[in-house]
């Protein structure tokens, strides 16, 4: 009864010590990890994704609102739409994007289109 007990203690004092000693998951994300979960998501090597493409991408939504007011429903749906483009991880065949803007006159269909 006793020793089950000492091999129980035993292996949790090992599992304290290994959790402790190995990190699993940062804390802090760069531009550097966000790029190769990127490239492993896609197939595509690291240094073929360029940093200033990256950035646009990943920001499109701040930047849009910056200039369309009202629409952030709208531009997150886009937004998650060119993340799956840009990451093609479209059926093959298929274009990048369609996209179909609709609404009463001064809402930001045009600005949207000027902007992306």
């Keep these: 009864d006793d020793e089950p007990m000492a091999a129980l203690r035993e292996l949790e004092q090992e599992l304290d010590t290994l959790q402790a000693s190995s990190v699993r998951v940062s804390a802090h994300v760069d531009a550097r ?16 994704i360029s940093q200033s493409e990256l950035d646009v991408v990943m920001n499109l939504p701040a930047y849009l609102c910056d200039s369309i007011r009202g629409q952030s429903l709208a531009i997150e749906h886009l937004h998650r739409h060119l993340l799956t483009a840009r990451a093609d991880l479209r059926r093959t065949g298929r274009p990048l994007g369609a996209f ?17």
């Design 33 to 48: 990890q966000v790029a190769s979960v990127v490239a492993e998501w896609t197939g595509v090597p690291v240094n073929r």
């Design 100 to 116: 179909l803007l609709v609404g009463p006159s001064g809402v930001g269909k045009t600005e949207t289109v000027v902007q992306i």
